[in-house]
C-alpha cells in the first residue's frame, strides 16, 4: 500500500442546484457554532427567512454575519410561517430540545447545534415528537460533520487501512476566555455539565468510526470522572472531564475534555484522535500541528507498509448540507443517521450522570 493508494479521496458527489426555494428560520443564537450551520445552508442553495433570539448580545453577533436578516420579536412569528421548512438553533443548551419539540409539532424539520439536550427526560420527550410527527430532526456535531481529517478517518477505516479497529482515544481541551462568556455557560441547569457539552462530540465520532467499519453500535460507558480542578472562582464550571466507553464487539473508547488550553497556543484547542487497529494506527490533528502548522486536518499514518503523513485541507467534500437540505425537501429522514445522532447525546449524559467529582466540590 503506497501513500498515493492510502491517500486516495472519494470521488466528490453532484448536488444539482435546488428547484424550490428552501427557506429556514433560526430560533436561537447562544452559540456563535450557529454561524456556521447557517452558513452552510445558505451555501447549500436555502434562503435565511427570519431570526429570533431573546438575548440582544448573542443577536448582535449573529446579524453581525448576516446583517440583512429579518428579526422577529417572538418564535411563534418564525413557526407559523408556511413558508419556513427547517428550523436551526443554537439556543441555550437546556433549551434546544424545547425549541425542536415545538419546530417538529408546527411541522418543520430541526437542525440542532450539539449538545442538543442536557437529559434523559428531554431525550424521551423528544423520541416521542419525532415518532409522531415523522419531520427529520438531525444534530449539528460540528467535528464530525466539518472537520476534514475526521470525514477522511471513516474512509480509511472502511477501507481496512490499519485493519480492523480495537480502540480511539480523543482528547479535546478547549480555551475558557471566561471573560467573553455568557452567564448561562457557568451554569449546570444550562449545560449539563462538561462531558455533556464536549465530549457528545467524541462519541459521534466513535460511533461513526465503528460504523465505518460495518461494527454494531452497541456502546456501554464504563467509567467517567468530571471536576473544576482550576477555576474554583466561577461556581458550577466543570473545566476538566474524561470517560471510557467499551462497545459490544470489544472496540474501547478513552475521550478527555478541559477548558484548559493555553493562551500560547495559535487556535481554541489542539483537538486530536488516536485510532488503534489490529495493523497500525491513524492519529487525526484536527486544529493544528504545534509549532509547525497553525491550520489544521493533519492526518499520520503508521501500518505494515511504513509511516505516512498528508494535510487533507480541501480534498474531503462536506456533504452534509446540501444532503441534510435534499432529504428534507423528498421528505426523508435516514433513521440510521437519526440513532447515532441520539445515541452520542444518550451514551454522553449516562456517563455525566455516573461520573466521579474529582475536584470534591
Request: aromatic content about 10%.
Given at each position: 500500500?503506497?501513500?498515493?493508494?492510502?491517500?486516495?479521496?472519494?470521488?466528490?458527489?453532484?448536488?444539482?442546484?435546488?428547484?424550490?426555494?428552501?427557506?429556514?428560520g433560526?430560533?436561537?443564537?447562544?452559540?456563535?457554532?450557529?454561524?456556521?450551520?447557517?452558513q452552510?445552508l445558505?451555501?447549500?442553495?436555502?434562503?435565511?427567512?427570519?431570526?429570533?433570539?431573546?438575548?440582544?448580545?448573542?443577536?448582535?453577533?449573529?446579524?453581525?454575519?448576516?446583517?440583512?436578516?429579518?428579526?422577529?420579536?417572538?418564535?411563534?412569528?418564525?413557526?407559523?410561517?408556511?413558508?419556513?421548512?427547517?428550523?436551526?438553533?443554537?439556543?441555550?443548551?437546556?433549551?434546544?430540545?424545547?425549541?425542536?419539540?415545538?419546530?417538529?409539532?408546527?411541522?418543520?424539520d430541526?437542525?440542532?447545534?450539539k449538545?442538543?439536550?442536557?437529559?434523559l427526560?428531554?431525550?424521551?420527550?423528544?423520541?416521542?415528537?419525532?415518532?409522531?410527527?415523522?419531520?427529520?430532526?438531525?444534530?449539528?456535531?460540528?467535528?464530525?460533520?466539518?472537520?476534514?481529517?475526521?470525514?477522511?478517518?471513516?474512509?480509511?477505516?472502511?477501507?481496512?487501512?490499519?485493519?480492523?479497529?480495537?480502540?480511539?482515544?480523543?482528547?479535546?481541551?478547549?480555551?475558557l476566555?471566561?471573560?467573553?462568556?455568557?452567564?448561562?455557560?457557568?451554569?449546570?441547569?444550562?449545560?449539563?455539565?462538561?462531558?455533556?457539552?464536549?465530549?457528545?462530540?467524541?462519541?459521534?465520532?466513535?460511533?461513526?468510526?465503528?460504523?465505518?467499519?460495518?461494527?454494531?453500535t452497541?456502546?456501554?460507558?464504563?467509567?467517567?470522572?468530571?471536576?473544576?480542578?482550576?477555576?474554583?472562582?466561577?461556581?458550577?464550571?466543570?473545566?476538566?472531564?474524561?470517560?471510557?466507553?467499551?462497545?459490544?464487539?470489544?472496540?474501547?473508547?478513552?475521550?478527555?475534555?478541559?477548558?484548559?488550553?493555553?493562551?500560547?497556543?495559535s487556535?481554541?484547542?489542539?483537538?486530536?484522535m488516536?485510532?488503534?487497529?489490529?495493523?497500525?494506527c491513524?492519529?487525526?490533528?484536527?486544529?493544528?500541528?504545534?509549532?509547525?502548522?497553525k491550520?489544521g486536518?493533519?492526518?499520520?499514518?503508521?501500518?505494515?507498509?511504513?509511516e505516512?503523513?498528508?494535510?487533507?485541507?480541501?480534498?474531503?467534500?462536506?456533504?452534509?448540507?446540501?444532503?441534510?437540505?435534499?432529504?428534507?425537501?423528498?421528505?426523508?429522514?435516514?433513521?440510521?443517521?437519526?440513532?447515532?445522532?441520539?445515541?452520542?447525546?444518550?451514551?454522553?449524559?449516562?456517563?455525566?450522570?455516573?461520573?466521579?467529582?474529582i475536584?470534591?466540590?
Amino acid at each position: 500500500m503506497t501513500h498515493e493508494e492510502i491517500f486516495t479521496f472519494p470521488t466528490a458527489q453532484n448536488f444539482s442546484p435546488l428547484r424550490q426555494e428552501y427557506l429556514f428560520g433560526v430560533i436561537g443564537t447562544a452559540h456563535t457554532h450557529i454561524i456556521g450551520m447557517s452558513q452552510g445552508l445558505l451555501a447549500a442553495g436555502a434562503k435565511l427567512a427570519a431570526v429570533y433570539d431573546p438575548d440582544p448580545a448573542a443577536l448582535a453577533v449573529f446579524l453581525r454575519h448576516f446583517p440583512d436578516t429579518k428579526v422577529v420579536q417572538s418564535p411563534e412569528q418564525i413557526l407559523c410561517d408556511p413558508a419556513v421548512r427547517l428550523i436551526a438553533s443554537a439556543a441555550v443548551p437546556s433549551d434546544r430540545a424545547g425549541i425542536a419539540i415545538a419546530a417538529m409539532e408546527a411541522g418543520k424539520d430541526c437542525m440542532v447545534d450539539k449538545a442538543p439536550l442536557i437529559s434523559l427526560e428531554q431525550l424521551a420527550a423528544l423520541k416521542a415528537t419525532i415518532a409522531k410527527t415523522g419531520r427529520k430532526y438531525s444534530v449539528y456535531y460540528g467535528e464530525s460533520i466539518d472537520n476534514e481529517a475526521a470525514l477522511f478517518a471513516r474512509d480509511l477505516l472502511s477501507r481496512g487501512v490499519i485493519g480492523k479497529l480495537c480502540h480511539v482515544d480523543g482528547f479535546a481541551p478547549h480555551r475558557l476566555n471566561a471573560p467573553s462568556r455568557p452567564a448561562w455557560f457557568f451554569q449546570f441547569a444550562k449545560t449539563g455539565g462538561i462531558l455533556t457539552d464536549l465530549v457528545c462530540h467524541q462519541l459521534h465520532q466513535f460511533l461513526a468510526f465503528l460504523d465505518a467499519q460495518g461494527l454494531p453500535t452497541d456502546v456501554v460507558p464504563v467509567a467517567s470522572r468530571v471536576g473544576n480542578l482550576f477555576h474554583s472562582e466561577l461556581g458550577e464550571l466543570q473545566d476538566f472531564g474524561d470517560t471510557m466507553y467499551t462497545a459490544a464487539c470489544g472496540v474501547s473508547g478513552y475521550f478527555r475534555v478541559d477548558w484548559n488550553s493555553p493562551e500560547g497556543l495559535s487556535t481554541w484547542g489542539d483537538s486530536r484522535m488516536i485510532l488503534s487497529g489490529e495493523d497500525g494506527c491513524i492519529e487525526l490533528r484536527k486544529n493544528c500541528d504545534i509549532a509547525r502548522s497553525k491550520g489544521g486536518n493533519h492526518i499520520y499514518i503508521v501500518n505494515r507498509q511504513g509511516e505516512f503523513y498528508e494535510n487533507v485541507s480541501g480534498k474531503i467534500q462536506k456533504t452534509y448540507f446540501p444532503r441534510f437540505i435534499r432529504e428534507s425537501l423528498e421528505g426523508y429522514a435516514d433513521p440510521h443517521a437519526l440513532q447515532l445522532d441520539l445515541d452520542a447525546i444518550e451514551l454522553t449524559i449516562r456517563a455525566q450522570m455516573a461520573a466521579v467529582d474529582i475536584a470534591g466540590t
